[in-house]
């Protein structure tokens, strides 16, 4: 068998085109392993009855600010911002909307 190799750097990503309400585009990334945690952590809050309406929107607010934050400008957006400037239901319409259309997409494609 001859010489392999895989390149990380050649790589064709994949990106999330976002407009925030301020007029700013962000070119967001695929996310990390730890912002997938954050998301899995709300879902698991679904139903829990002993966990508070402040955790849930800190938690929220957090899960979006890491996946804005992930963009290709380098822009931080910070929790306090999104809890401040976005409803709940804003964001939770953005996460459904961005694991649907951009994160299901690792589902369809095999490469």
Not at 1 to 10: D, I
Not at 63 to 84: P, R, W
Request: proline share 2%; no cysteine.
């Amino acid at each position: 068998m001859g010489n392999m190799s895989f390149n990380f750097n050649k790589l064709q990503n994949s990106f999330f085109n976002v407009t925030l309400k301020n007029g700013d585009n962000l070119l967001v990334k695929m996310p990390m392993k730890k912002t997938m945690s954050k998301i899995q952590a709300l879902q698991d809050m679904e139903g829990n009855e002993d966990i508070s309406v402040q955790a849930v929107v800190d938690t929220l607010a957090g899960a979006v600010a890491e996946i804005l934050s992930n963009n290709m400008t380098g822009k931080k957006v910070s929790a306090k911002e999104i809890a401040d400037e976005y409803d709940l239901e804003e964001m939770k319409l953005f996460l459904a909307d961005f694991y649907q259309k951009f994160v299901g997409k690792l589902d369809e494609n095999p490469n």
